[in-house]
């Protein structure tokens, strides 16, 4: 299955001297000590208080919508991917516009919906996913990043309840810890997302499974190994094989996730405690 301000200050030119600051602040500290003294009466005559105009307030100003450039915004929507509802692409789809209007970079599919908490998300067979991806390319004026996470085992949207052919875990295949066999395995996977339209595969998960009992990680088989070095060879493999058929990869999730005790998913996970320096 992942841009400076400007620093310019605006002060202009009044800003005052450390002097100016020191005589002004010193006048303010000698008014106010004054207003702490007892009234004393006066022994000279009232002098008039010249009249001093105050200043006529800036009017408000409406806020108006930022004016990007039309190659800007073309190269901003490049760089979204978004997921999306719709097992056939209908033409009132919000992802519709997204795509052939605004110009995004990529949808990625699911096949669970988790907010409905619907088994039917973009996935039914391999026949209705390759016509649905199918239809989003054609949208597109730039070829479209079509995404999917497609690790093997548990994580596999297109598995064997939608009739795509089964996968092999990480895990097995780091027990296994066969390049060849791991290579092997990856390249049927990306042959499956490659007949699917999938261009991008957001795999292989490169934790180190410091924590079999991790929630997310270790205890349902996504990492490879304990062992950094075998992590490194078999994610080698995977990767070779996909892009060895057209298909590009994410590594994925963070140094020390692997040693979390927590799911992720759910919050924030803090590793600062358990992971270790191997895990870099």
């Given at each position: 299955?992942?841009?400076?301000?400007?620093?310019?200050?605006?002060?202009?030119t009044?800003?005052w001297t450390r002097?100016?600051?020191?005589?002004?602040?010193g006048?303010v500290?000698?008014?106010?000590?004054?207003g702490?003294r007892?009234?004393?009466?006066s022994?000279?005559p009232v002098?008039a208080?010249p009249?001093v105009?105050?200043?006529?307030?800036?009017p408000?100003?409406?806020?108006?919508?930022?004016?990007?450039a039309?190659?800007?915004?073309?190269?901003?929507a490049q760089?979204?991917l978004?997921?999306f509802?719709?097992?056939?692409?209908?033409?009132?789809?919000?992802?519709?516009?997204?795509?052939?209007?605004?110009?995004?970079?990529?949808?990625?599919l699911f096949?669970?919906?988790?907010?409905?908490?619907?088994?039917?998300?973009?996935?039914e067979s391999?026949?209705?996913v390759?016509?649905?991806?199918?239809?989003l390319a054609e949208l597109?004026a730039?070829?479209l990043?079509?995404?999917v996470?497609?690790?093997?085992?548990?994580?596999a949207?297109f598995?064997?309840?939608?009739?795509?052919?089964?996968?092999?875990?990480?895990?097995?295949?780091g027990?296994?810890n066969?390049?060849?066999a791991?290579y092997?395995?990856?390249?049927q996977?990306a042959e499956?997302l490659?007949a699917?339209?999938?261009?991008?595969?957001?795999?292989p998960?490169v934790d180190?499974n410091?924590n079999?009992e991790?929630?997310?990680?270790?205890a349902?088989g996504?990492?490879f190994?304990?062992?950094?070095?075998i992590?490194?060879a078999?994610?080698?493999?995977f990767?070779?094989a996909?892009?060895?058929?057209?298909?590009?990869?994410t590594?994925?999730?963070?140094?020390?996730?692997g040693?979390?005790r927590?799911d992720?998913?759910?919050?924030?996970v803090?590793?600062?405690?358990t992971?270790?320096?191997?895990?870099?």
């Amino acid at each position: 299955m992942n841009h400076m301000p400007d620093l310019t200050d605006h002060r202009g030119t009044g800003a005052w001297t450390r002097r100016q600051v020191l005589t002004a602040g010193g006048a303010v500290a000698v008014t106010l000590l004054a207003g702490c003294r007892p009234a004393e009466p006066s022994t000279g005559p009232v002098l008039a208080t010249p009249s001093v105009a105050l200043p006529t307030p800036t009017p408000a100003v409406e806020a108006q919508p930022l004016e990007i450039a039309p190659d800007l915004r073309r190269k901003l929507a490049q760089m979204v991917l978004v997921g999306f509802r719709g097992t056939v692409l209908e033409a009132d789809n919000p992802i519709v516009a997204d795509i052939r209007d605004r110009g995004i970079g990529g949808v990625v599919l699911f096949s669970y919906d988790v907010a409905l908490q619907s088994p039917v998300r973009n996935v039914e067979s391999p026949a209705q996913v390759a016509a649905l991806d199918a239809a989003l390319a054609e949208l597109a004026a730039e070829p479209l990043m079509i995404a999917v996470d497609q690790e093997g085992g548990k994580v596999a949207r297109f598995n064997e309840t939608h009739g795509f052919p089964p996968t092999v875990s990480a895990q097995a295949l780091g027990e296994q810890n066969d390049p060849d066999a791991t290579y092997a395995a990856a390249a049927q996977l990306a042959e499956t997302l490659k007949a699917a339209g999938v261009r991008h595969n957001f795999a292989p998960v490169v934790d180190v499974n410091t924590n079999p009992e991790n929630p997310v990680i270790g205890a349902i088989g996504r990492s490879f190994s304990a062992d950094p070095a075998i992590v490194a060879a078999q994610a080698g493999a995977f990767i070779r094989a996909h892009r060895d058929r057209g298909i590009t990869t994410t590594l994925k999730h963070f140094p020390g996730h692997g040693s979390s005790r927590s799911d992720s998913h759910l919050g924030f996970v803090d590793v600062t405690e358990t992971w270790q320096p191997l895990e870099l």
